[in-house]
């Protein structure tokens, strides 16, 4: 009787040992699996700054051209004489 008993006690340790070492392990991955999310989404914060800015800039540069190709090159009475296109898409200065 008193055997049997020890050897529940024993296997009950064991088993809180087992159950404690289990929620350690399982915390464990969770943060492990958390701090790998946070450093993935840093790196990819980081390339869509970058990111970001370039597009910012070319976007700006995009403008300032569309401005230069819709700016009129000769004054819209000559343009007339000399049988230009006078839309507002095509560079205006260019000939056929």
């Given at each position: 009787?008193?055997r049997?008993?020890?050897?529940?006690?024993?296997?009950?340790?064991?088993?809180?040992?087992?159950?404690?070492?289990?929620?350690?392990?399982?915390?464990?991955?969770?943060?492990?699996?958390?701090?790998?999310?946070?450093?993935?989404?840093?790196?990819?914060?980081?390339?869509?700054?970058?990111?970001?800015?370039?597009?910012?800039y070319?976007?700006?540069?995009?403008?300032?051209?569309?401005?230069?190709?819709?700016?009129?090159?000769?004054?819209?009475?000559?343009?007339?004489?000399?049988?230009?296109?006078?839309?507002?898409?095509?560079?205006?200065?260019?000939?056929?």
């Amino acid at each position: 009787m008193l055997r049997h008993l020890m050897k529940r006690r024993k296997m009950l340790r064991h088993l809180m040992k087992r159950r404690k070492m289990l929620r350690y392990l399982r915390k464990r991955r969770k943060r492990r699996k958390r701090l790998r999310y946070l450093r993935k989404r840093r790196k990819r914060l980081r390339y869509l700054m970058k990111r970001r800015k370039r597009l910012r800039y070319l976007m700006k540069r995009r403008k300032r051209l569309r401005y230069l190709m819709k700016r009129p090159r000769w004054p819209y009475r000559k343009r007339k004489e000399l049988g230009l296109e006078l839309s507002v898409n095509s560079p205006a200065g260019v000939q056929e």
